[in-house]
C-alpha cells in the first residue's frame, strides 16, 4: 500500500527557504505511471497546487509561484522535496504531498493519494 | 482567486440527494476530465471521482459525477452524515502554461 509522508521544519522565517521532504512508501517515485506533487492548503482556505514532478526529471508549477519553488527528487531515498524561497506570511499553510495521475506522462491529472500534510508557519 | 467557482455551502437532511457544481472554462473543464476531493475536517483530502464520473476502489455508488460543456457536478444520493464535509473540484487548465486548478470548496452540512 503506498504511503507518503512529509517532513521538514515546522517554523520558517520571514525571506527565508522553506524545505519539506517527501518520502515515499510502498511503491517507486521512479516509474513513468505518475506524477508527484505539493499542494498547499492556507489556514481556513481551499487547496492550492504548487507543482509536480516527473521520473524523468520534467516538472509543472503554479504560475503563481514559479519564481519561487524547485521541486526535486532523490530517486536513491526514494524521496522528493519541495523548496519555497523568500517566503512571508502567506506561506503559511498545511503542505501535502502527493501522487497524481498522469496520461502517457503528458502532464499531471491530480492528486489520487495524499500523504498527511505537515503544518508551515512562517514567523519572526 | 480560483478559475474554478463552486457555491460555499450545500445541505440536506439523511436519504436526500445533494448537488455541488463547478463552472469553469473552455481551457479546463471544457477540455479536461475532472476530479472531485472529499476533505473530512482535520484530514488530507480524499479523491472521490476522477476523470469526471469514475469512482476509485472503496467509493460508494452513492456519489457520481457528470459534465456538461465548461461546468462540473457531483452528486451525493442518499445523504449520510459521514458526508458532512468540503469538496473539491479539480482539473488541469491548459492557459499560463498549464497547472492544476482545485475549485473554490462546498462546505456540506447534514442537517
Sequence with gaps: ?124 | QSVLTQPPSASGTPGQRVTISCSGSSSNIGSDNVNWYQQLPGTAPKLLIYTTDQRPSGVPDRFSGSKSGTSASLAISGLQSEDEADYYCAVWDGSLNGRYVFGTGTKVTVL
Design chain 1, 1 to 124: 500500500q503506498l504511503q507518503l509522508q512529509e517532513s521538514g521544519p515546522g517554523l520558517v522565517k520571514p525571506s527565508e527557504t522553506l524545505s519539506l521532504t517527501c518520502s515515499v512508501s510502498g511503491g517507486s517515485i521512479s516509474t513513468p505511471n505518475y506524477y508527484w506533487g505539493w499542494i498547499r492548503q492556507p489556514p481556513g482556505k481551499g487547496l492550492e497546487w504548487i507543482g509536480s514532478l516527473y521520473y524523468s526529471g520534467s516538472t509543472f508549477y503554479n504560475p503563481s509561484l514559479k519564481s519561487r519553488v524547485t521541486i526535486s527528487a532523490d530517486t536513491s531515498k526514494n524521496q522528493f522535496s519541495l523548496k519555497v524561497s523568500s517566503v512571508t506570511a502567506a506561506d503559511t499553510a498545511v503542505y501535502f504531498c502527493a501522487r497524481e495521475l498522469t496520461i502517457f506522462g503528458v502532464a499531471p491529472k491530480g492528486p489520487d493519494v495524499w500523504g498527511q500534510g505537515t503544518t508551515v508557519t512562517v514567523s519572526s
